[in-house]
């Protein structure tokens, strides 16, 4: 436990002297809410030209959260680096010196970069759902004491800080910022939107790490969903899990 606590006190260090892992998480805040707000003020203006159906199946959650998956963007940046840093710098052969249990350095790192990940969540989804709702304005809008609206909150905070986990245990099999980001980015922010609107796929598609966990952000699941808030949740987290285990294997089986 000794040896764990003062690897992750090691691993803190490092990431707050890094600056472009500080600039992520500002970056994530800031754009977060700036787009919240956008959307909030086009939707103020639009929804009374919006047709009976659209009124309907208005989700001010859903739609006020549409800035944090731009936001997430820079959080999966800030966990790819938070792994490949050291292995582009070289840097990776000192942490392994000053821990050379394998193991030990790999949980630090996960551990260390997830708890950042959670603050930084927690501060950017709420932030972001209250000027995303007064925005909106009071007609249309979502108090947190809504029916739903408190899951959806807690929710995404859990699947922001989970795409993160997932986004370092990748990073670890492939140890290269570029290929790492190269297959996340696409995968997460193009890809498994235009999969999750073709109707010969979309089905399977919504089990994509990315999909399924994001079905929390909405206080209800679109008809066409299979899963359900908390079932997306549960295959986030395998996905995460097996994420987290290749990174776990590739470290400790593969040479630095």
């Avoid at 052969?93 to 996960?110: D, E, N, Q, W």
């Avoid at 990940?117 to 007609?139: E, K, P, R, W």
């Avoid at 999750?196 to 598609?205: E, H, I, T």
């Amino acid at each position: 436990m000794t040896d764990t606590r003062a690897a992750v006190a090691f691993e803190w260090t490092k990431i707050r002297s890094v600056r472009s892992s500080l600039w992520s998480l500002a970056l994530c805040l800031l754009t977060s809410v700036l787009i919240a707000l956008l959307f909030g003020w086009v939707l103020r203006g639009a929804y009374d030209d919006m047709s009976p159906q659209s009124k309907a199946d208005f989700d001010p959650v859903g739609s006020g959260f549409n800035g944090l998956r731009l936001g997430m963007i820079s959080l999966v940046v800030f966990g790819v680096l938070a792994v490949t840093g050291e292995y582009s710098s070289g840097t990776v052969h000192s942490s392994l010196a000053a821990v050379p249990r394998r193991g030990v350095l790999y949980a630090a790192k996960v551990l260390t970069g997830t708890a950042i990940a959670f603050v930084t969540s927690v501060v950017v989804v709420f932030v972001t759902f209250f000027a995303a709702q007064t925005a909106i304005g009071d007609a249309h809008n979502a108090a947190l004491t809504d029916d739903g609206v408190a899951r959806s909150v807690i929710g995404s905070i859990l699947y922001m800080t989970l795409l993160c986990a997932f986004s370092m245990g990748l990073a670890t099999v492939l140890r290269n910022p570029a290929l790492t980001l190269g297959i996340l980015v696409p995968l997460f922010f193009m890809v498994s939107e235009v999969l999750n609107n073709l109707p010969g796929v979309k089905k399977v598609a919504q089990f994509l790490p990315d999909a399924a966990g994001g079905v929390i952000m909405r206080r209800e699941p679109q008809e066409h969903m299979v899963l359900t808030a908390w079932s997306g949740m549960a295959v986030l987290g395998v996905w995460v899990a097996l994420a987290l285990l290749g990174g776990y294997l590739a470290l400790t089986r593969r040479d630095a």
